[in-house]
């Protein structure tokens, strides 16, 4: 199945898992309201194959995590081979991705302070969430000192490390592996590369097969939320799909005043320059189908030309997506709140910089797919459990678009800054 199909076909099964979400819910107050123990008994026992298929999702996370953090790097240090233009462009990619991260962790808290989760509310969703998938708060959101977080760097034992879920440190050693990996000679690199290829792409096919199986995954575990909870979860997960998509708003505000002032281009054009490809963002959720359309936009609208258009956008949709850290943090900071746990400096500092990585490790996937593989690491690594993101994945569909405009703005945005005003040639009229 190509890329393409895989995108379309995750994007009908958006509907059914939200229907499965929907469904589950109100078959679960139902019973809570008939109050049969027989009804309840049986759907327990449904129940616990939502937590089997929340299982089957935990396992891929490190070996696919891991095997695309390797493939990205090297893939990054080849496109820097091939001239001053790639290595600009990444620079720029990687000062627009730092700054969106700090921007998340300070736009991700200052939501939830001034529009806090409501504590009755977000109690009646975690009470649908099996016991087992609420596992116990990590140490990494209760660890302060620079000392403890300096720890979780380097793990003495990787595989211990893989194996407890310390995933900052495997993410660490992927960098350190994917880097070193860049640096023996090219009959070497090249088969470990398709090698790791493999494993990322094997992964992805065993995701793939346990997507299949989501809207009964979610249905499963909506009854448990319909069962304990009833109808009152609806209003919480309206208020986290508003928290995610006001931080992917903001940050797409925040790139036009970067492309404005640091792309030296007047507010007025780079709107105009950047619209259509947005258009065709919301209606395709996909930055590769946008890609024809931001390279005319680029060269028309932003004064781009066209050697520079062809070789930093492509490169931008490989390898660089925004939003991803952002979003990626507003969900775990979201479900820190839920759980009620206070971060500790570390834990954010460590929820940052595995954001950053798994942000080039995601770049790719469909967004049913990179949904759990990018936030899970996130969550591991601040120490957050992972219960309910199931639940969160099903009303993924809204804050995807947001994600796909943020990452279409942002690319045509450091196009231009990588061109540079000095550069630049008169656009059309």
Known sequence: MTRSRVAAFFSSLSFFVIAALVAGVAVGALAQEADAPVATAALEAVEALGQVWLNALRMTVIPLVFSLLVTGIVAI???AATGRLAIRALMVFAVLLIGATVYAILAGLGLLALWPIDPASGQAL???VPAEAAATVGEAAHADGLRAF????????VVSAAATDSVLGVVVFAIAFGFGATRIKADLRRPMATFFEGVAETMVVIVHWVLLAAPFGVFALALGVGLRAGLGVAGTLGHYV???CLSQIGLIAVVYVVAIVWGRVSPGRFARAVAPAQVVAISTQSSLASLPVMVERARDGLGVPQTTAGLVLPLAVAVFRITSPVAN???C???????GVSLSLGALIAGGLTAVAVSIASVGLPGQVSFFVAIGPICLAMGLPLGVLPLLLAVEVIPDIFRTVGNVTADLAATRIVNGPDEAVPAEP
Request: no cysteine; charged share 5%.
């Open 150 to 157: 300096l720890t979780s760097l380097a793990p003495a034992n």
């Open 126 to 128: 975690l009470a649908g």
């Open 333 to 339: 900071l979201y479900v820190a709140q839920l759980y």
């Open 329 to 331: 943090l507003a969900v």
């Open 242 to 244: 508003a928290i995610v």
């Open 77 to 79: 240090a080849d496109a």
